[in-house]
């Protein structure tokens, strides 16, 4: 070729592809845009930022449930076991006071001690009951946490439920939208040389995901700077299948009717 300008050369990245193939990767760089858009839209859905505060909310609901269920377990056995306790000593004091009411007792050391016995197993037995009364109110306070834990545990569950449903609806969107994408993409690369679809993908790969751009009105539209008139001029006099690289950018630098040569 005869054109030699350093837009060409530079790199040894010298090409050559018909104008048309040129302008159709543009249209395939339109297409890959609007890929990436879709994949960071499909990652940075305000859903998944709330499915995951509620997943960590539902973990820490969850394991205070457990705690909550676990004490009022707990207290249920010591109430058993405290009421059992009362029972115990009631029915020691009823044989105690049957032996008395029988008159079957006549020492008088004897009854004595039995008085005294039954007296003392009165105010063992309410000492007891106080003890269940106790524990029985800490009991009543350990359910309540168990419903409040379970009811929030049950509306996180919802709210969870329903941010998902959200997610998969635009999921379902996102991945339609894809796959026509995709569909016309791999239209578009049929009609794209291999050696300069390789050079695109590979700028595209270093390059914030842009390999190729139009040069609109003397300015690149990948990096937005305008050229300098000599660039200009030596674009001006390329040939036309040149493969030309922007100077500030290195992306391919697309001509178009809109280009202000
Ligand atoms: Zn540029």
Known sequence: MEWSGRLDVKKGSALNADPASQARLLDLQALDSSLDR????????PELATIESLAARLREVGDALVVAQTLESDLAREQSKAEADVDQVRVRAERDQQRLDAGSVSSPRELENLQSEIASLAKRRSDLEDVVLEVMERREAA????SALSAERDKLAVEAAGAEARRDEVFAEIDAE?????????AVVTEIPADLLALYEKIRASSDGVGAAALHRGRCEGCHLALNPGDLGHIRDAAPDAVLRCEECRRILVRTPESGL
């Open 38 to 45: 879709l994949a960071h839209r499909r990652r940075t859905l």
């Open 143 to 146: 359910q309540g946490d168990v």
């Open 178 to 186: 894809v796959s026509a994408t995709s569909a016309a993409r791999g």
